[in-house]
């Protein structure tokens, strides 16, 4: 058969890049690309997840300042139980209006310039990754402008079409299809639709427009790993790897699937419940390729759960080969070999992101479906600290049928186990996960059509106290969003009161050690040039960071 080779452009608008993880490369995107390229198509990446966009979506420096010190005042008085002044609580509101026209403005600038740079490329079709609150509203502008000036296919795809699938095409009709699960063989196949090579209800992971009617195609998961084709990050395919605009640290997929069903989470719906792994040996392989081909050797495993099989597999072949890498990874308690960390180590494993939950047994059982002890608890991650790696236990407070009791235990283990990060996140409902499908078993309540219209375009603003947030419409043992907001964050002030050190996920972990900080000190002294969008001291962060990772 003859391939009629196609040209795309595949785009990432995020919004504003709010933390340092924001300006890491897109390995999916990368995906595509390769997946592409292989079977004769071109393409080129335009990610807008770099530090140029930061100063493009900059608020101006008053807004800020006005913003932080109304805040702080705020926040004050609240502490201190007295009920804020109410010139404040208007000023600050006024503020946030402000503000959001500016950021409408300024996104609604962006998505037209983007548009003119797509169109520069003269593409065959193009395909956009959806993201929440200003990416996914940029997004569908970006789409809706190219649609009234060209008559391109737009394909999208990305975590936000697996949460809301048809639902998209509520906010949009300029999407052709979108695509959900996983995307490196349909995006091939979307090419040779475009080429005429064949039709849309013949192409797996589809969910596209039929009339009225929204048509689904049966979903396809890659079984053989191995032979996904290698993520492709050269600067004249992937621009925004030039110069310093990304850090360079790359995620590599080394496995997908979860065996487990953690009552909050979708990975073993999207990914599948059983394991799907690479090689350790084509694991290997690709990453001393990406050593040679784009100069770094940090980088962060993608798989929601390792296999500690292969764990254990790929450790001992990196040091067979003697490869000089510093590598994050995601790990599970329970499946945890707490024996193989020292290896672990040794292999250049730097962090480990645990998803603790909660340190009382009834709650990880009832509330979030994760059977383990706290015994194994201990020991895991006790063992994880012992051996040198940088490690992280999540936190979801207040969990459904959260007590005092249930919380003093959770507090107790952190505060005898000291884990080197603890990230806090209230009881978030995801699309999909058996909170938000069963929200009875879960003592949640919510209009389900009303939430999830709600949650498409929801923007967690931080430059505001949360209780200036717009409010999520749900509540949890009869707590309404700011009630759980408010007790995740005394939650989160009493673990840094006690000197552990709270959202510092495993990717930001590598990120802070080549930039030769502590933790403590990112916090205080970095952080905040994301939030301030202080454009040249977040550009000399990263050439730090990509000077370390370059010399080693």
């Not at 849309?200 to 053989?224: D, F, H, Q, S, W």
């Not at 978030?428 to 389900?448: A, C, H, M, Q, V």
């Not at 700011?482 to 930001?508: C, M, R, V, Y």
């Not at 590598?510 to 916090?523: C, N, T, Y």
């Amino acid at each position: 058969m003859i391939i009629i080779s196609t040209k795309s452009v595949l785009v990432s608008f995020a919004g504003y890049p709010i933390t340092p993880s924001s300006l890491l490369p897109d390995n999916g995107l990368a995906n595509l690309a390769g997946s592409l390229i292989e079977n004769g198509h071109e393409t080129v990446i335009l990610d807008y997840g770099t530090v140029d966009t930061i100063q493009k979506l900059k608020i101006p420096d008053d807004c800020i300042k006005q913003a932080y010190d109304l805040g702080g005042k705020i926040i004050h008085s609240m502490g201190k139980e007295k009920t804020p002044e109410k010139s404040d609580i208007e000023h600050l509101n006024m503020l946030k209006k402000e503000i959001r026209q500016i950021e409408a403005d300024k996104i609604k600038n962006m998505a037209y310039d983007i548009v003119e740079e797509i169109k520069s490329y003269n593409p065959d079709f193009v395909g956009l990754k959806l993201w929440n609150g200003d990416g996914f509203k940029g997004s569908l502008m970006i789409a809706e402008q190219l649609k009234k000036r060209s008559k391109i296919p737009i394909f999208a795809g990305g975590a936000h079409v697996d949460w809301f699938k048809e639902r998209i095409f509520q906010a949009t009709k300029s999407i052709d299809a979108l695509v959900y699960s996983e995307g490196e063989e349909t995006i091939v196949s979307l090419a040779n639709y475009v080429s005429g090579e064949s039709e849309l209800e013949t192409i797996p992971n589809l969910i596209y427009l039929k009339g009225k009617k929204a048509v689904t195609t049966p979903m396809k998961r890659i079984e053989n790993l191995d032979k996904l084709a290698f993520p492709v990050y050269d600067e004249e395919v992937y621009p925004s790897m030039h110069d310093n605009q990304k850090i360079k640290i790359l995620v590599v997929d080394e496995s997908r699937g979860c065996p487990y069903s953690c009552a909050f989470c979708t990975h073993s719906i999207k990914s599948g419940k059983e394991w799907r792994q690479k090689s350790a040996s084509k694991i290997v392989d690709d990453l001393e390729m990406m050593i040679r081909r784009y100069n770094t050797n940090v980088f962060v495993f993608a798989g929601s759960t390792t296999p500690p099989t292969l764990l254990k597999q790929m450790a001992t072949k990196m040091l067979d080969k003697k490869l000089n890498v510093d590598y994050a990874i995601f790990g599970n308690i329970k499946s945890s070999k707490p024996e193989d960390y020292e290896l672990l180590k040794k292999s250049g494993c730097y962090s480990i992101f645990f998803g603790l939950e909660s340190g009382n047994r009834t709650i990880l059982k009832n509330s979030m479906n994760k059977d383990v002890s706290v015994e194994k608890i201990k020991s895991v991650l006790t063992e994880s600290k012992k051996s040198g790696i940088y490690t992280i236990a999540s936190v979801i407070f207040p969990a459904p049928h959260e007590t005092d009791n249930t919380k003093k235990d959770t507090l107790e283990l952190l505060f005898e186990i000291k884990p080197d990060s603890v990230p806090v996140q209230f009881p978030g409902l995801i699309p999909g996960s058996e909170w938000t499908e069963y929200p009875d078993r879960y003592n949640f309540k919510f209009d389900k059509e009303e939430y999830l219209n709600t949650l498409m375009d929801y923007k967690i603003r931080l430059l505001f106290p949360p209780i200036f947030w717009d409010p999520l419409p749900y509540d949890c043992d009869g707590k309404d969003f700011f009630t759980l907001l408010k007790e995740s964050t005394d939650f989160l002030q009493k673990l840094e009161s006690n000197g552990i050190i709270t959202a510092i996920p495993q990717d930001l972990a590598l990120i802070i050690k080549h930039l030769g900080v502590s933790s403590r000190e990112f916090q205080e002294r970095y952080k905040p040039y994301f939030f301030q969008g202080d454009y040249e001291k977040i550009l000399r962060m990263v050439e730090t960071v990509n000077f370390s990772i370059s010399k080693r």
